[in-house]
């Protein structure tokens, strides 16, 4: 099985910083990387697939990037609707494995 | 509009059964893989079990934790996607998602609001 690590578990950022989470995949998986954001009581919610591809409807503050094992989600600006908890998911092959999470949380 | 609406969850014995549904709507159903997620209280996701489209057969994939105790199938007049469980675990104890999957890059694109499974 792929395992994801995701760091940090958690952060604490203002409103405007530039947030960085980082995924590490335990084999290759080329571009097979989907990032997610999660709200409290809610479902996942599609960011980016293929590493970097921007989920249709999502605004361009987020963006994502690398390939092989090492992949980077990026919000360039925080606003208060992006605090939340956002996990990597491979779909490179089965078994399908998300990453630990990485919570964003108000400085 | 697209649309997946999850049924069926509640409150079950360890060795007990549940059959989940998943109703799916604005968009062609037997295109599309689909999955089962689940998520257990305070955790994060955890995949479950993937149908692939009707070009493939919609043949199915399972994670090793629920292989051989949960079977994923489709009803094509319903747009129906399901989930049986059987011989149920406590730790089998989550939310459980629909989700469709993109049709090029068989990514998660679309998620139901869920359904809660108790094993107590």
């Known amino acids: 099985d792929i395992q994801m690590t995701q760091s940090p578990s958690s952060l604490s950022a203002s409103v405007g910083d530039r947030v960085t989470i980082t995924c590490r995949t335990s084999q290759d998986i080329k571009s097979n990387l989907a990032w997610f954001q999660q709200k409290p009581g809610k479902a996942p919610k599609s960011l980016i697939y293929a590493a970097s591809r921007l989920q249709s409807g999502v605004p361009s503050k987020f963006s994502g990037s690398g390939s092989g094992t090492d992949f980077t989600l990026t919000i360039s600006s925080l606003q208060p609707e992006d605090f939340a908890t956002y996990y990597c998911?491979?779909?490179?092959?089965?078994?399908?494995?998300f990453g630990g999470g990485t919570k964003v949380e108000i400085k | 509009e697209v649309q997946l609406v999850e049924s069926g969850g509640g409150l079950v014995q360890p060795g007990g059964s549940l059959r989940l549904s998943c109703a799916a709507s604005g968009f062609s159903f037997s295109d599309h893989y689909m999955d089962w997620v689940r998520q257990a209280p305070g955790k994060g996701p955890e995949w479950v079990g993937r149908s692939r489209d009707k070009a493939n057969s919609y043949s199915t994939e399972y994670a090793a934790s629920v292989k051989g105790r949960f079977t994923i199938s489709r009803d094509e007049s319903k747009n129906s996607l399901d989930l049986q469980m059987s011989s149920l675990k406590t730790e089998d104890t989550a939310v459980y998602y629909c989700t469709r999957s993109q049709t090029s890059y068989h990514f998660m694109d679309v998620w139901g609001k869920g359904t809660t499974v108790t094993v107590s």
């Open positions: 998911q491979h779909y490179n092959s089965y078994p399908l494995t």
